[in-house]
C-alpha cells in the first residue's frame, strides 16, 4: 500500500489533492489539523493534514481511464464527509459510522442539522436520558474530577425544579475539606445530610431514611483498604446506582487505567465532567463507547446548579461537534 501525506487550507482541497495524484480509489487513513507551515504557523494559523493511501506498489504508474467507475460507498462517494467529520473531532470509526447512517439521497448535502441528528441517532446506546432515581447514587472516582460538586449540582436541580429533597452522604474519611463543602451545599439547599467515614456507617446510612440518597465517596484508589471497604458495601447493593465521574479532558490511556481500576465497583453510569476544559471530549466519548455503559450527566464550569444537563443522544452529538464548521458537508 502506498501512502501519501498532504497539507492543504480545507480537508476539501486535500481530499481533491489525494485523488487527483492517486486516483478516485484513494482511502482517507486520517485528518488532522496541525500548525501551518512557516509566518502562519507562527501567528496560529492552522491547515489540514491528511494521511491517504492507496492499494499499488510505490513508484508504479497510475494512469486512469477517462470512464470513471462508480466508487464504493465507503471509500469514495463519503470518503469528505469522513475527513470533515474527523476534522470537527470525530474518532474514525464513529465518523465512518455516522456518514453510512446518512441516507443516499441526502448524502450530496447534508446540512450541520443533519449531521448532528445522524451522530445523535448513533449515540443513542451512550445517554442514560431522563431516568427515575435509584435508592441511593453513588458517585466515585479519581481525585479533582468534581464528584462533590455535581452531587450538590443535582441536589440544587432538583429542589429548584421539581422541589424534591434528596439526602446528602459524605462518604469520605480522608478529606475534611470535601465533607464540609458537601455539607455548606446540603445546608443551603436544605437537603438532609449524613457523614459515612466507615463501611458500617456508610451501610447504616443507605439502610435507614427514604429520600433517595446521593453519596460523595473519596477521591483515592480504590485499592486503599478503606476505600476498598466502603466501595464494597455499594457494589453489592441493588438498590444503588454507582456512577463513574471522568473529566472530560481526560486521556485514552488514563480513561481505560481508570475505568479497570474500578471496575470492581461495577459501575452502571458515566458522568462527564469539565467540558469547558476539554478542547474535545471525542477521545474521552470513543473510550467509554468501548465500555458499552451510558452516560447519565454531563457538566461544565462550577455553577450550581446551571452547568448541569442530563445526557441525552443530541447534547452528547452537541457536545462533539460544538467546533464543527456550520457550512453544508458534501459526501462526493
Known amino acids: 500500500m502506498y501512502l501519501k501525506r498532504y497539507r492543504k487550507s480545507s480537508v476539501r482541497e486535500a481530499l481533491r489533492a489525494a485523488r487527483e495524484e492517486l486516483g478516485p480509489e484513494a482511502l482517507v487513513l486520517s485528518t488532522e489539523l496541525v500548525a501551518a507551515a512557516g509566518w502562519r504557523g507562527w501567528l496560529g494559523q492552522r491547515e489540514v493534514q491528511m494521511t491517504a493511501a492507496v492499494d499499488r506498489p510505490t513508484g508504479v504508474s497510475v494512469d486512469r481511464p477517462a470512464v470513471r467507475e462508480r466508487r464504493p460507498a465507503d471509500t469514495g462517494l463519503r470518503a469528505e464527509l469522513v475527513a470533515r467529520l474527523v476534522a470537527s473531532g470525530l474518532d474514525q470509526a464513529l465518523a465512518e459510522a455516522v456518514a453510512r447512517a446518512i441516507p443516499d439521497r441526502e448524502c450530496r ?14 449515540l443513542a446506546p451512550m445517554a442514560a436520558g431522563d431516568e427515575a432515581f435509584a435508592r441511593a447514587e453513588v458517585f466515585i472516582g479519581p481525585p479533582g474530577v468534581g464528584k462533590t460538586t455535581t452531587i450538590a449540582k443535582i441536589a440544587a436541580r432538583e429542589r429548584a425544579g421539581a422541589g424534591r429533597l434528596l439526602g446528602m452522604v459524605a462518604a469520605d474519611g480522608f478529606r475534611a475539606g470535601a465533607v464540609e463543602q458537601l455539607r455548606i451545599y446540603a445546608t443551603i439547599i436544605g437537603a438532609p445530610f449524613r457523614i ?26 480504590p485499592n486503599d483498604a478503606a476505600v476498598r471497604d466502603v466501595l464494597q458495601v455499594v457494589g453489592r447493593r441493588r438498590s444503588v446506582r454507582r456512577h463513574l465521574v471522568l473529566a472530560a479532558d481526560t486521556s485514552p490511556a488514563s480513561a481505560r487505567r481508570i475505568l479497570d481500576a474500578y471496575a470492581e465497583t461495577r459501575p452502571d453510569r458515566f458522568v462527564i465532567t469539565k467540558l469547558d476544559e476539554a478542547e474535545s471530549v471525542s477521545p474521552l466519548l470513543a473510550v467509554l463507547r468501548e465500555r458499552g455503559l451510558p452516560v447519565s450527566y454531563i457538566t461544565a464550569d462550577q455553577r450550581v446548579p446551571e452547568d448541569l444537563e442530563r445526557a441525552t443522544p443530541a447534547l452528547l452529538a452537541m457536545a462533539l461537534l460544538r467546533d464543527a464548521p456550520a457550512a453544508h458537508a458534501r459526501c462526493s
Open 196 to 221: 459515612a467515614r466507615t463501611a458500617d456507617e456508610l451501610e447504616k446510612a443507605l439502610t435507614g431514611g427514604r429520600q433517595t440518597l446521593l453519596v460523595d465517596t473519596a477521591g483515592r484508589s
Open 109 to 122: 448535502g447534508a446540512s450541520a442539522a443533519g449531521l448532528r441528528r445522524a451522530l445523535a441517532a448513533e
